[in-house]
């Protein structure tokens, strides 16, 4: 997972990245981004994965079913993602990177994109146990001090919970 996402460039740099280090990434993103005809088409060949970020049902059993299968041929099938999901301030992340993480048993490259030192750090991978609270306290200490493009759009290192008056956070 990588954070923070508070920028457009943040794809190209992370793109980069995994040219340099040659392992065959796939990500997340929006949906609509994939309607785009050649855009969609060239997504998909960078190994970009479409998600309905409406629909809560799909992207993390598909995901799952995914690395157990690449586990079983003895392959390594690695996700990239933002989990705070948008480049805009939100009370927390979403879950779908923890709920694969921890369905599948596979250990969560905790990657910082740190603007501020000129700096992608890839060297930290956590093991989630599937206790929330201190899971994320361990993610928090992990990235403590890395900072975004735009530091003011960085979203709290938690969870996100439903507000009080909607049943659905709007990102």
């Not at 990657?111 to 989630?128: A, C, E, H, P, T």
């Not at 928090?140 to 969870?159: C, N, Q």
Request: charged content about 20%; hydrophobic content about 45%; proline content about 7%.
């Amino acid at each position: 997972m990588v954070y923070p996402h508070t920028s457009n460039w943040d794809f190209p740099v992370m793109l980069l990245v995994k040219w340099a280090i040659g392992i065959p990434v796939r990500f997340w993103a929006k949906d609509s981004l994939f309607r785009v005809p050649l855009l969609g088409r060239w997504l998909r060949h960078l190994g970009g994965v479409p998600v309905d970020r409406q629909s809560p049902q799909g992207a993390v059993g598909t995901m799952v079913s995914l690395m157990s299968e690449a586990r079983a041929h003895d392959e390594i099938c690695w996700l990239a993602l933002a989990p705070e999901g948008t480049r805009r301030p939100s009370r927390g992340w979403r879950s779908g990177f923890y709920r694969v993480a921890v369905a599948a048993g596979v250990p969560v490259a905790v990657i910082g994109l740190d603007y501020s030192r000129k700096m992608v750090d890839i060297s930290q991978f956590l093991n989630l146990t599937g206790q929330e609270e201190a899971d994320y306290a361990q993610l928090a200490a992990l990235l403590d001090g890395v900072t975004g493009r735009h530091a003011m759009l960085a979203s709290p290192i938690r969870p996100l919970r439903p507000a009080a008056d909607s049943n659905r956070e709007s990102v």
